[in-house]
């Protein structure tokens, strides 16, 4: 058996947990939108056409924040051709992911449906083929009260009150060549620039992303963040970065290290930020918008096949189903996440329903939660709070990582990797959440852990998710066969606790103050 020794103090925090960093994804892509949240004519949907199935869902799941529309879909698209009456939208070629877009659900459907889901909305404004303008027009379509030709537009189509809609993404991986108008550095800090300044004096209270690096991996990480973040620094609040995880090598121990590189990529991130700050003397902190993270690998697709499908309108495209093995390597960028509260204030799970995603549908019929839907669920509902800095004492591997995604293929050293990982949050009611993933695929850990300056706490919650069979997973007609489970045996003495994690587990232990 394995022992890990963990410290940690109550006023000993790195940050607080914002209620954004829980936030997910829905784009044009797929069936997320048509056959995902929004399916009119499903047994479920109700009179907008959104499906109470998944509705019921996203709310069990718990995100905060939705992004939306996407994702590469956003930058080749007319937000116009999606408002209005819906028998005069244009269908239009996607060229992002070579499907018909028949715009029967836009924004303001959109801004209905986070209404219903109770979610924070997260637009994103099309910086590849269209600009400032359109950007700035959006803006006034949706928060700018009355009396202007756009907000009387949103008026005139039945949506009399603004959608107040806070935060804005500035393009999406405008890095990337794959990307509709992609841009150089220079050439996309402009345009990030010169739109975020027409859009926040359209709305002052507005909150902005720019782009950073769709991946760690990409040729011209940090010299693209040293050239948007100086131009964008007095414009934008946030920048941005995206990670996928992936199990090409099939080699489960990589793959559960790999959440470890998503640290290495913030802490960097933070400094190339920190240094454009200190080159102006500001005590400007921008602050990180994880806004595309996920595990996907199997289903990636190249252009050369997407054309052989044709124009489809909502394709099952981009469905991996989700193993018991990715459910730990997710839980790993959850503990990420949580130990940069910190910077990473915004964070979207990429995406939502169907498209690499926590929720199946099958379109007509029934609705389940994968397997990654659990870790989410359990950051979500008891990540809220101060998260703790933790001393971890636990015998550690060496590994490497192979990553293929961005125009390069990489492997990458991965050092010390410790097989526990761990995050801890103090909630405001006195208790303490603890979200555990052992990394050993062989053994039993035992956790030694003491939370000082605690009260008495007691256990009120423990969970495990861990499966005999790794590539277990959970599909339409066996939607259970990967769940929480109690976790057995946690025992707490004061404010010291032992438990023992099976063998490549994901555990969540809640504490209360007694
Ligand atoms: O989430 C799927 C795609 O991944 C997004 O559209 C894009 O931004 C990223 O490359």
Same mark, same amino acid.
């Given at each position: 058996?394995?022992?890990?020794?963990?410290?940690?103090?109550?006023?000993?925090?790195?940050?607080?947990?914002?209620?954004?960093?829980?936030?997910?994804?829905?784009?044009?892509?797929?069936?997320?939108?048509?056959?995902? !949240?929004?399916?009119?004519?499903?047994?479920?949907?109700?009179?907008?056409?959104?499906?109470?199935?998944?509705?019921?869902?996203?709310?069990?799941?718990?995100?905060? !924040? !939705?992004?939306?529309?996407?994702?590469?879909?956003?930058?080749?698209?007319?937000? $116009?051709?999606?408002?209005?009456?819906?028998?005069?939208?244009?269908?239009?070629?996607?060229?992002?992911?070579?499907?018909?877009?028949?715009?029967?659900?836009?924004?303001?459907?959109?801004?209905?449906?986070?209404?219903?889901?109770?979610?924070?909305?997260?637009?994103?404004?099309?910086?590849?083929?269209?600009?400032?303008?359109?950007?700035?027009?959006?803006?006034?379509?949706?928060?700018?009260?009355?009396?202007?030709?756009?907000?009387?537009?949103?008026?005139?189509?039945?949506?009399?009150?603004?959608?107040?809609?806070?935060?804005?993404?500035?393009?999406?991986?405008?890095?990337?060549?794959?990307?509709?108008?992609?841009?150089?550095?220079?050439?996309?800090?402009? !345009?990030?620039? $010169?739109?975020?300044?027409?859009?926040?004096?359209?709305?002052?209270?507005?909150?902005?992303?720019?782009?950073?690096?769709?991946?760690?991996?990409?040729?011209?990480?940090?010299?693209?963040?040293?050239?948007?973040?100086?131009?964008?620094?007095?414009?934008?609040?946030?920048?941005?970065?995206?990670?996928?995880?992936?199990?090409?090598?099939?080699?489960?121990?990589?793959?559960?290290?790999?959440?470890?590189?998503?640290?290495?990529?913030?802490?960097?991130?933070? %400094?190339?930020?920190?240094?454009?700050?200190?080159?102006?003397?500001?005590?400007?902190?921008?602050?990180?918008?994880?806004?595309?993270?996920?595990?996907?690998?199997?289903?990636?697709?190249?252009?050369?096949?997407?054309?052989?499908?044709?124009?489809?309108? %909502?394709?099952?495209?981009?469905?991996?189903?989700?193993?018991?093995?990715?459910?730990?390597?997710?839980?790993?960028?959850?503990?990420?996440?949580?130990?940069?509260?910190?910077?990473?204030?915004?964070?979207?799970?990429?995406?939502?329903?169907?498209?690499?995603?926590?929720?199946?549908? $099958?379109?007509?019929?029934?609705?389940?939660?994968?397997?990654?839907?659990?870790?989410?669920?359990?950051?979500?509902?008891?990540?809220?709070?101060?998260?703790?800095?933790?001393?971890?004492?636990?015998?550690?591997?060496?590994?490497?990582?192979?990553?293929?995604?961005?125009?390069?293929?990489?492997?990458?050293?991965?050092?010390?990797?410790?097989?526990?990982?761990?995050?801890?949050? %103090?909630?405001?009611?006195?208790?303490?959440?603890?979200?555990?993933?052992?990394?050993?695929?062989?053994?039993?850990?035992?956790?030694?852990?003491?939370?000082?300056?605690?009260?008495?706490?007691?256990?009120?919650?423990?969970?495990?998710?861990?499966?005999?069979?790794?590539?277990?997973?959970?599909?339409?007609?066996?939607?259970?066969?990967?769940?929480?489970?109690?976790?057995?045996?946690?025992?707490?003495?004061?404010?010291?606790?032992?438990?023992?994690?099976?063998?490549?587990?994901?555990?969540?232990?809640?504490?209360?103050?007694?």
């Amino acid at each position: 058996m394995r022992k890990a020794n963990v410290l940690m103090d109550r006023d000993f925090a790195i940050g607080h947990t914002d209620p954004r960093l829980f936030g997910a994804f829905v784009e044009h892509l797929g069936r997320c939108v048509y056959g995902g !949240i929004y399916e009119p004519g499903h047994p479920t949907a109700d009179k907008s056409g959104f499906r109470g199935d998944v509705l019921a869902l996203v709310r069990e799941l718990g995100p905060t !924040i !939705i992004r939306y529309p996407g994702g590469n879909f956003v930058s080749g698209y007319n937000w $116009e051709d999606g408002v209005g009456p819906v028998d005069r939208r244009p269908a239009r070629l996607d060229l992002a992911w070579f499907s018909t877009e028949p715009n029967k659900f836009g924004t303001n459907e959109f801004i209905d449906w986070c209404k219903a889901a109770e979610v924070e909305p997260m637009m994103a404004v099309n910086l590849g083929t269209r600009g400032g303008d359109a950007a700035r027009n959006l803006v006034e379509y949706c928060n700018h009260p009355g009396g202007s030709a756009w907000s009387d537009l949103r008026r005139a189509h039945g949506w009399e009150k603004p959608h107040n809609v806070r935060f804005w993404c500035l393009g999406n991986e405008m890095d990337g060549p794959w990307q509709m108008e992609h841009k150089s550095a220079d050439a996309y800090g402009t !345009i990030a620039r $010169e739109a975020a300044k027409m859009m926040r004096w359209v709305d002052p209270t507005i909150e902005l992303a720019a782009c950073g690096s769709s991946g760690r991996n990409m040729p011209t990480f940090g010299q693209w963040e040293d050239a948007v973040i100086e131009h964008t620094f007095d414009h934008a609040e946030y920048i941005s970065l995206h990670t996928y995880l992936n199990n090409y090598k099939q080699d489960a121990a990589s793959f559960l290290a790999s959440s470890d590189l998503m640290d290495n990529f913030i802490d960097e991130v933070v %400094a190339l930020a920190d240094a454009v700050a200190a080159k102006r003397r500001s005590s400007k902190r921008m602050m990180l918008s994880f806004d595309e993270w996920n595990v996907w690998y199997r289903t990636r697709r190249n252009r050369a096949d997407r054309v052989k499908e044709g124009w489809p309108v %909502a394709p099952s495209i981009l469905e991996e189903i989700y193993t018991m093995e990715d459910a730990l390597a997710f839980g790993g960028a959850c503990i990420s996440l949580l130990n940069h509260a910190d910077r990473v204030r915004t964070a979207c799970l990429a995406q939502l329903v169907n498209a690499i995603a926590p929720i199946m549908t $099958e379109t007509g019929g029934s609705a389940w939660r994968q397997t990654i839907f659990f870790p989410f669920a359990h950051m979500s509902r008891l990540g809220r709070g101060k998260v703790l800095r933790t001393q971890v004492e636990s015998d550690t591997y060496d590994s490497s990582y192979f990553d293929p995604r961005g125009i390069q293929e990489f492997t990458f050293p991965v050092s010390n990797v410790a097989y526990l990982k761990i995050a801890a949050v %103090a909630g405001e009611a006195g208790g303490l959440s603890l979200f555990m993933l052992n990394r050993d695929l062989k053994q039993e850990m035992e956790v030694s852990l003491e939370a000082r300056s605690f009260g008495r706490l007691i256990v009120s919650e423990a969970l495990e998710l861990c499966h005999d069979d790794l590539q277990a997973t959970n599909t339409r007609d066996a939607a259970g066969r990967v769940k929480p489970e109690p976790l057995q045996g946690v025992a707490i003495d004061g404010t010291r606790m032992r438990a023992t994690l099976k063998p490549a587990s994901w555990n969540v232990v809640h504490l209360s103050a007694q």
